[in-house]
């Protein structure tokens, strides 16, 4: 038994395609919550915790690249966006050193655990849109 009470499962890296298509179709189609299924992939695939985290900054950074392109070139952003961004950088190093820092501080059944509890709350909130 695994986090929950749910039976620990296993997947094949013949996923890796599928999720990683069937996730970006999701991204394009809500603006977000693609990543939920790599995510789930990743966990199941079992790859450990700096694996996970250091595959999953990557994908993000480089989606979050593509979506600054594509909405900058279809002239989404205004200036009050673009200064409000600039001036939430560093909120976001904040939180990335503070993730970091917690990151590395917890077991792997306590990370399993809330990474079970993000992605129940984003389907939830999937849902609920």
């Given at each position: 038994?695994?986090?929950?009470?749910?039976?620990?499962?296993?997947?094949?890296?013949?996923?890796?395609?599928?999720?990683?298509?069937?996730?970006?179709?999701?991204?394009?189609?809500?603006?977000?919550?693609?990543?939920?299924?790599?995510?789930?992939?990743?966990?199941?695939?079992?790859?450990?915790?700096?694996?996970?985290?250091?595959?999953?900054?990557?994908?993000?950074?480089?989606?979050?690249?593509?979506?600054?392109?594509?909405?900058?070139?279809?002239?989404?952003?205004?200036?009050?966006?673009?200064?409000?961004?600039?001036?939430?950088?560093?909120?976001?190093?904040?939180?990335?050193?503070?993730?970091?820092?917690i990151g590395n501080r917890v077991s792997?059944?306590?990370?399993?655990r809330i990474m079970a509890a993000l992605?129940?709350?984003?389907?939830?909130?999937?849902?609920?849109?």
């Amino acid at each position: 038994m695994h986090c929950f009470g749910v039976p620990e499962i296993t997947c094949s890296d013949r996923w890796a395609f599928p999720v990683g298509l069937a996730g970006a179709f999701l991204d394009t189609l809500f603006g977000g919550g693609g990543g939920t299924l790599v995510v789930v992939y990743l966990h199941l695939r079992g790859v450990g915790r700096m694996p996970f985290r250091a595959t999953v900054a990557a994908l993000w950074l480089f989606e979050m690249i593509a979506r600054i392109l594509g909405y900058g070139a279809a002239e989404y952003y205004t200036t009050e966006t673009l200064l409000l961004c600039l001036l939430l950088l560093p909120v976001m190093g904040a939180g990335m050193g503070l993730g970091e820092r917690i990151g590395n501080r917890v077991s792997r059944e306590t990370f399993s655990r809330i990474m079970a509890a993000l992605l129940a709350m984003t389907g939830a909130s999937l849902l609920l849109k």
